[in-house]
């Protein structure tokens, strides 16, 4: 069982930078890829990024590739999503998710594929 927690979320000008964090609770965390998702009004949940289980390798949507950098620190418990170069259309809740695809996968864009998710946090992008 992991229980995820997010922050850093924020109202932020168009080009700035946040950071959002993401807290795991258990002793398992190493053992789970950790993906961000999104999901803004009136649209479906969509992939962000992900990292495998060391993090040493990391996988992003061709939206925020070159912006965005996911990392984690397993002695932490703690994944993190840097964002760079803020955009209007990056505006809505993110979500950090713990998963364990079949066959062993090191990330996946599924939502189907990560079993516990945060409550979200809410990122605003003003033009």
């Known amino acids: 069982q992991v229980q995820l927690v997010e922050s850093g979320g924020g109202l932020v000008q168009a080009g700035g930078s946040l950071r959002l964090s993401c807290a795991a609770s258990g002793r398992s965390f190493s053992s789970y890829i950790m993906g961000w998702f999104r999901q803004a009004p009136g649209k479906e949940r969509e992939f962000v990024a992900a990292i495998s289980w060391s993090g040493g390798r990391t996988y992003y949507a061709d939206s925020v590739k070159g912006r965005f950098t996911i990392s984690r620190d397993n002695a932490k418990n703690t994944v993190y999503l840097q964002m760079n170069s803020l955009k209007p259309e990056d505006t809505a809740v993110y979500y950090c998710?713990?998963?364990?695809?079949?066959?062993?996968?090191?990330?996946?864009?599924?939502?189907?594929?990560?079993?516990?998710w945060g409550q979200g946090t809410q990122v605003t992008v003003s033009s």
């Open positions: 998710a713990a998963g364990s695809p079949d066959g062993g996968r090191w990330y996946s864009v599924s939502v189907q594929d990560y079993s516990y």
